[in-house]
Nanobody, 125 residues
Framework: QVQLVESGGGLVQAGGSLRLSCAASGRTFSSYAMGWFRQAPGQEREFVAAISWNGDNTYYADSVKGRFTISRDNAKNTVYLQMNNLKPEDTAVYYC??????????????????WGQGTQVTVSS
């Protein structure tokens, strides 16, 4: 069992930056790939970024590539999402999730095992 708690969301002007954190409980955090997803009002939850268990591999949605950076610190059981040059269309609730499969697609929302409660990010124009 893994429990995830996101933090770091808030209100920021377009062009600004935020850093989201996701703290995980449990000793097995380092065995999970981790992902960030987001859901805007009236829209489906979508993939944002993912990172392999050891941090060697990262994956990004085209919409955030070059602006967002995912990282992790296994010693602190925490995964981060650094978001730069934010745009109004980045406004959403952001969720972190833990991926326990050895094979599959880290972009596939239905393949994640555990989810946090989400943190709101609002970007004003």
């Amino acid at each position: 069992q893994v429990q995830l708690v996101e933090s770091g969301g808030g209100l920021v002007q377009a062009g600004g930056s935020l850093r989201l954190s996701c703290a995980a409980s449990g000793r097995t955090f380092s065995s999970y790939a981790m992902g960030w997803f987001r859901q805007a009002p009236g829209q489906e939850r979508e993939f944002v970024a993912a990172i392999s268990w050891n941090g060697d591999n990262t994956y990004y949605a085209d919409s955030v590539k070059g602006r967002f950076t995912i990282s992790r610190d296994n010693a602190k059981n925490t995964v981060y999402l650094q978001m730069n040059n934010l745009k109004p269309e980045d406004t959403a609730v952001y969720y972190c999730a833990a991926y326990g499969r050895t094979k599959g697609k880290v972009t596939a929302i239905h393949e994640y095992d555990y989810w946090g409660q989400g943190t709101q990010v609002t970007v004003s124009s």
